[in-house]
T-cell receptor, first 117, second 111 residues
Framework: DTAVSQTPKYLVTQMGNDKSIKCEQN?????MYWYKQDSKKFLKIMFS???????INETVPNRFSPKSPDKAHLNLHINSLELGDSAVYFC????????????????FGPGTRLLVL | QKEVEQNSGPLSVPEGAIASLNCTYS??????FFWYRQYSGKSPELIMS????GDKEDGRFTAQLNKASQYVSLLIRDSQPSDSATYLC???????????FGKGTTLSVSS
């Protein structure tokens, strides 16, 4: 009965490779997010989708491409991986992206630990 | 540049004491404020949300918000060793579309 799930949990790969991380939520939420947490534990928004449409696209290299096949899934594809991409990537979801000007609570997945060698 | 500032710590308190965690934010239009707890190697989990000025209590946790001072805090009463974690303050941007996180305060509760 996991609310927000991610696969894989760990990902070790070589520089230059292309990899994907999958995220699924069974909460019936309309909005999903991708965050990156670096080695200093700083958590930063990368993308947000609402009902399969892109809302937020922060300053992220275009090697990162999110894809939302339906509102329960938000996948992250990374091309030409670089050493600096090593981090923990968290998927999150919320009921909606704004309700009366207030941000809905976001629920986080377990994270995907990416190590680029 | 919208910012959320927290002291990185570590904040060390003895078991049973009150832990006070502070956060300031730069976007005066922010309306939603959250405290998340993150254990090492785990994902952030919501502790408290607060939207209005004043105090909000939930068990041993109290969130305090002062929008005029752009300040939000979290008090943990009767601190337990299991409270040892990193506490992340998060604030929405004025558009309400994104959460901006602070770098977190590491709390250590000694028994």
């Amino acid at each position: 009965d996991t609310a927000v799930s991610q696969t894989p949990k760990y990902l070790v790969t070589q520089m230059g490779n292309d990899k994907s991380i999958k995220c699924e939520q069974n909460l019936g939420h309309d909005t999903m997010y991708w965050y990156k947490q670096d080695s200093k534990k700083f958590l930063k928004i990368m993308f947000s989708y609402n009902n399969k449409e892109l809302i937020i696209n922060e300053t992220v290299p275009n090697r990162f491409s999110p894809k939302s096949p339906d509102k329960a899934h938000l996948n992250l594809h990374i091309n030409s991986l670089e050493l600096g991409d090593s981090a923990v990537y968290f998927c999150a979801s919320s009921q909606d992206w704004v309700a009366s000007g207030q941000q809905e609570t976001q629920y986080f997945g377990p994270g995907t630990r990416l190590l680029v060698l | 540049q919208k910012e959320v500032e927290q002291n990185s710590g570590p904040l060390s308190v003895p078991e049973g004491a009150i832990a006070s965690l502070n956060c300031t934010y730069s976007d005066r239009g922010s309306q939603s404020f959250f405290w998340y707890r993150q254990y090492s190697g785990k994902s952030p989990e919501l502790i408290m949300s607060i939207y209005s000025n004043g105090d909000k209590e939930d068990g041993r946790f109290t969130a305090q918000l002062n929008k005029a001072s752009q300040y939000v805090s979290l008090l943990i009463r009767d601190s337990q060793p299991s409270d040892s974690a990193t506490y992340l303050c998060a604030v929405n941007d004025q558009a309400g579309t994104a959460l901006i996180f602070g770098k977190g305060t590491t709390l250590s509760v000694s028994s």
